[in-house]
């Protein structure tokens, strides 16, 4: 379970876990999948293209009649990178399409299992809910394009509920 004070931490950590169980079979496993936003020693030996998970954020506290503590409404940035080497515009299309693939559909991502760990426990076979929070929705972002250096970036925001109790 998500835990109250590493919220953002496990949350990132989850995604990570999930978006890493695709990558047995194609075309997610031409993809190198990462936690936060790629730093240089990432482009060094940028290889694959990359899907990383940023730190989530804070879109709004929720507090419910009655209840003692509060939920929030989280928004987390995945971001595709792909270098013209390593497929261009197409493969970027190809990982842009399966995100919005899987996350698209709420009750069915919410029902993924996956093993994952947070802190020092391992869960194995868990879904996002059984793990603390819910997918709600996705949105499309804007292609940024790095001509300098061959790149092309394009991320998603996807929306999440924590289910913290």
Do not use: H
């Not at 970027?92 to 995100?99: D, P």
């Not at 391992?122 to 996705?138: D, E, H, R």
């Not at 394009?145 to 394009?154: A, I, V």
């Amino acid at each position: 379970m998500i835990r109250r004070n590493r919220m953002f931490k496990d949350v990132q950590d989850i995604l990570v876990s999930l978006l890493q169980s695709k990558t047995t079979s194609a075309p997610w496993n031409r993809w190198d999948i990462i936690a936060g936003y790629p730093n240089e020693t990432v482009f060094d030996v940028f290889e694959k293209p990359i899907i990383f998970v940023a730190d989530p954020s804070i879109e709004e506290k929720i507090y419910q009649q009655g209840a003692s503590q509060k939920n929030y409404k989280l928004n987390v940035r995945i971001g595709s990178w792909v270098s013209i080497q390593n497929g261009g515009g197409e493969e970027l299309a190809i990982m842009i399409s399966e995100l919005l693939n899987l996350f698209d559909d709420p009750y069915t991502c919410n029902r993924l299992t996956f093993d994952t760990q947070i802190g020092n426990t391992t869960y194995t076979a868990k879904t996002i809910k059984q793990l603390g929070f819910s997918i709600i929705g996705i949105q499309l972002d804007r292609l940024i394009s790095y001509p300098e250096d061959s790149q092309l970036r394009q991320d998603v925001n996807l929306i999440a509920m924590t289910n913290l109790s």
